[in-house]
């Protein structure tokens, strides 16, 4: 992963110090879709955009871990589809002696922050190259996202813990 690197005063940096490396970034599936082209009906108005976000983490075996950022972003007009793209952007990240609470924040923020940049070119491209405006993705805050998320996981077992049990 990280071969080990001097400290600043020219010691040996501590071996069991957590270690955090992206190692590769790569787009794991795409599809665009276009059913009309850029074609799109004179006074339909602007399209309505649909974006919904998606993580999830694999195992790579020693100490990578590959974090997928799904996006699917969709355009309508007059209840039709423009264009649909989804897309799986991925990166491999070389973790070691990360603790368990600081890995779980760095595969669900920090990774998919990292990855947002690419997914937003691919996504720009795409639209470009099909005959349409670019389309930037908005900003996303995945810190929030993430304490929703455990919010939600924490009011599932509070939940589950105190249905009866049959």
Known sequence: MVDEVPAANGQAADPNAPQFAPQAVYLKD???EA???????PNTGNPTINLNLNTSVNDLGGELKEVVLTVRVEAQAAE???WLIELQQAG???MRNVPQQDLQRLVGIFCPNYLLPYARQVISDLLTKGGFPPFLLP???F???FVQAAMRA???QAQAS???AN
Request: proline share 14%; hydrophobic share 35%; glycine share 8%.
């Open 30 to 32: 795409v599809s665009f």
């Open 35 to 41: 059913p009309a082209g850029p074609r799109v009906a």
């Open 80 to 82: 039709k589809t423009v």
């Open 92 to 94: 491999a990240f070389g």
């Open 139 to 141: 900003p996303v805050n």
């Open 143 to 145: 810190e929030q996202l």
């Open 154 to 156: 924490q009011q599932q």
């Open 162 to 164: 105190t249905s009866p």
